[in-house]
């Protein structure tokens, strides 16, 4: 039986912890303990300054970590998953797996300018932004199936401080390029999974990861898109205790090498 981890979750932008009511409980359940903290900016958390940085973001979540009995696993979504992986990077003693949910790294530059145009949306009109995110991260079948899910999110969006939140999108929208050439000293074990049809964290970027590690693996999951943590849970809390438990992930049908 495996030993009793700390698990951290960590949400994406404009997001916060309630985005894991239905991963949490399935790894408590399992006998691991779970923090998942609201992101600087986010939810309870202080507000984010402009020029907040990627270390700002991750500072918090390195003291979750060094309050921990042991090397902590990170699972963290879209910007949660540069977080993590900032953490991991600067902190490899403290962390013993990662889980990159959803993630980005190495965008082309159509990804670039396509990112910059959204938060350049975001600046000039926020809830117009807002309702593209939602459009964005929800896959036909899951708005479809759970109309009051969306709601929710929609709720969630609505509630953002905007300087806060427009700090934290430009920390997602560059960090990227900060953490890409920095991939290949990583320590941990990587697992880069996203949705197979994801516009902006692609199957690409998650096998981009996977080779650029040194211990990388990565899947895309058939038929979802961004919100992995909300439509496939199951999937997801199937991958974080493969990774605690220290084995593959393999998931039937999933695009994978």
């Not at 953490?179 to 970027?205: H, N, Q």
């Amino acid at each position: 039986m495996t030993a009793p981890a700390d698990v951290v979750l960590l949400h994406g932008v404009g997001l916060n912890h309630t985005m894991w009511h239905r991963v949490a409980p399935d790894v408590t359940t399992a006998g691991h303990r779970v923090h998942a903290p609201d992101l600087l900016g986010h939810g309870a958390a202080p507000d984010a300054a402009a020029g907040t940085t990627l270390t700002d973001l991750a500072e918090p979540v390195v003291r979750i970590a060094a309050g921990a009995p042991a090397p902590v696993h990170l699972v963290g979504f879209s910007l949660g998953a540069l977080v993590a992986t900032r953490v991991a990077l600067d902190h490899p003693e403290r962390v013993a797996s990662l889980t990159l949910v959803s993630g980005v790294a190495n965008r082309s530059e159509s990804e670039r300018q396509a990112v910059a145009g959204r938060l350049e949306k975001a600046r000039q009109d926020l809830a117009s932004a807002f309702e593209a995110a939602v459009d964005r991260w929800f896959s036909p079948r899951g708005r479809n199936a759970e109309p009051e899910l969306v709601d929710q999110i929609r709720t969630v969006l609505r509630a953002n401080r905007p300087p806060s939140y427009l700090a934290c999108y430009a920390v997602f929208a560059h960090a990227d390029a900060e953490l890409w050439p920095e991939l290949s000293r990583m320590v941990p074990p990587v697992l880069a999974i996203t949705g197979e049809d994801d516009p902006g964290s692609t199957p690409r970027m998650a096998a981009a990861v996977a080779d650029r590690v040194p211990q990388g693996e990565w899947c895309a999951v058939p038929g979802a898109r961004h919100l992995l943590p909300l439509e496939r849970p199951d999937v997801l809390v199937a991958a974080v205790l493969a990774q605690i438990e220290g084995r593959p992930f393999n998931l039937p049908g999933a695009l994978a090498p």
